[in-house]
């Protein structure tokens, strides 16, 4: 004779309570939420078109002139070249360039700085504005910038002294969107 199992503990049993489970969620879910989730996926899409265009426009600024890039106008406002720096050498046929930049958030989210944001490129070296100037008084330091605010301070660094020199400000790590100043 054969004995019967009771009905919970038959596999198949359980295979449908999980399968009903799944069925349930995908019909509470709203279909309101996969229609919106189209429509900003569509619009990330063009706004992603619309970036990349603007990335592979190759503009070059000039001091004194206004960038704009992700909701920040970055103006460098001034550019000296020094050969010494509270008495050190730069590294042989470098000299130090102090960068002053002025940076506004024109966006109405708050968003963040830093100065290895910036770099200085020439010849094809790209390095950090880390250098300590002791005679500067208004480093630019890291912080956030709420919606309308403004900051200005300095970075030093060094590069090479003849050639074309460009600062390049990259405000995200995981992006290649850059603006570009030339320096000398």
Same mark, same amino acid.
Request: a positive charge; proline letters at 2%.
């Given at each position: 004779m054969?004995?019967s199992k009771?009905?919970?503990?038959?596999?198949?049993?359980?295979?449908l309570?999980?399968?009903?489970?799944f069925?349930?969620i995908g019909?509470?879910?709203?279909?309101?939420?996969?229609t919106? !989730?189209?429509?900003?996926s569509?619009?990330? =899409?063009t706004? %992603?078109?619309s970036?990349s265009?603007?990335?592979?426009?190759?503009? /070059?600024?000039?001091?004194g002139e206004?960038?704009t890039?992700?909701?920040?106008?970055?103006?460098?406002t001034d550019?000296?070249t020094?050969?010494?720096?509270d008495d050190?050498?730069p590294?042989?046929?470098n000299?130090?360039?102090?960068v002053?930049?002025?940076l506004?958030n024109i966006?109405?989210?708050k968003?963040?700085?830093?100065?290895?944001?910036f770099?200085?490129k020439a010849?094809?070296?790209q390095? !950090?504005?880390?250098?300590i100037n002791?005679? =500067?008084?208004? %480093?630019?330091d890291s912080?956030?910038l709420?919606a309308g605010?403004? /900051?200005?301070g300095t970075?030093t660094?060094?590069?090479?002294?003849n050639g074309t020199?460009?600062?390049?400000?990259?405000p995200?790590?995981f992006s290649d969107r850059h603006l570009?100043?030339?320096?000398q």
């Open positions: 054969k004995t009771s009905w919970y503990q038959r596999w198949w049993v359980w295979v309570i999980a399968l009903g489970a069925i349930v019909i509470v879910s709203s279909p309101d939420d996969a919106n !989730s189209k429509a900003a569509a619009k990330q =899409a706004s %992603q078109k970036s265009k603007k990335a592979t426009t190759k503009r /070059v600024y000039k001091v206004t960038a890039i992700d909701h920040v106008q970055v103006t460098v550019v000296k020094a050969t010494t720096l050190d050498q590294k042989t046929g000299q130090y360039y102090t002053t930049v002025k506004k966006g109405k989210e968003v963040s700085y830093n100065p290895y944001d770099e200085i010849a094809g070296n390095t !950090s504005l880390d250098e002791i005679d =500067a008084n208004d %480093q630019l912080g956030d709420s605010g403004t /900051v200005s970075m660094g060094q590069s090479k002294a020199v460009e600062l390049i400000y990259n995200s790590y570009t100043f030339k320096l």
